[in-house]
């Protein structure tokens, strides 16, 4: 599977837009691009993933970029509680698991 | 619909001390995974199970780590003998299938080695 690179920290204002970047330039044609957040204590929580189009649900959306070789989180109005380590991930859907890196730990304030 | 339990949330013990953990998937998921988490990194697999078989074991330290997954539902992990490096949160996880990348994960528990 791809490698991902993140930034390790970034901060936000609460009520701001949240984006977090991830570069996956060695990512293949077959290749998903998953986002987990895992806030103090807990595991891991599914985000949103994508494949080549922009996705959008209730958590965020993901913008990945036309040739695919980056992609970016958007947290549209953050709040306190969006503080957390966010996680890129690339996977195969071959029913390989999900390789995590060490993430972004995104510190959102008042 | 209930999350993934497992139990127990915190435990210390004192180095060469067996422990085990357990895990409860979400009911329905045929694929589950235990995950491994030092602190200030992000979860590393140790096995990941299809139903009742371990199809992914390779980053499992078998010398003193196994796994089991009975009747492909409940999992459980033990340690032993533990030794001070253990010291971890260990995450298990649920999924529907083996080609999901959407997994559910508990809340770990976290292991203190003394």
């Known amino acids: 599977d791809a490698k991902t690179t993140q930034p390790p920290s970034m901060d936000c204002a609460e009520g701001r837009a949240a984006n977090l970047p991830c570069n996956h330039s060695?990512?293949?044609?077959?290749?998903?691009v998953y986002w987990y957040r895992q806030i103090h204590s807990q595991g891991p929580q599914y985000i949103i993933h994508?494949?080549?189009n922009n996705e959008t649900n209730e958590m965020a959306s993901l913008i990945i970029t036309e040739d695919r070789k980056s992609s970016t989180l958007i947290l549209p109005h953050a709040t306190l509680r969006d503080t957390a380590v966010y996680y890129c991930?690339?996977?195969?859907?071959?029913?390989?698991?999900?390789?995590f890196g060490k993430g972004t730990t995104l510190s959102v304030s008042s | 619909e209930a999350g993934v339990v497992q139990s127990p949330r915190y435990k210390i013990i004192e180095k060469k001390q067996p422990v085990a953990f357990w895990c409860n998937p979400i009911?329905?998921?045929?694929?589950l995974y235990w995950y491994l988490q030092n602190l200030g990194q992000g979860p590393e697999l140790l096995i990941r199970?299809?139903?009742?078989?371990?199809?992914?074991d390779s980053q499992l330290p078998k010398d003193r780590f196994s796994a089991e997954r009975l009747k492909g539902v409940d999992s459980t992990l033990k340690i032993q003998p533990a030794e001070l490096g253990d010291s971890a949160v260990y995450l298990c996880?649920?999924?529907?299938?083996?080609?999901?990348?959407?997994?559910?994960f508990g809340e770990g528990s976290r292991l203190t080695v003394l």
């Open positions: 060695t990512i293949s044609g077959n290749e998903y």
């Open positions: 996880a649920s999924s529907r299938d083996r080609v999901t990348g959407e997994l559910f």
């Open positions: 991930i690339v996977l195969n859907q071959a029913g390989t698991a999900l390789i």
């Open positions: 199970y299809e139903n009742e078989e371990a199809v992914d």
């Open positions: 994508g494949l080549k």
């Open positions: 009911s329905g998921h045929n694929t």
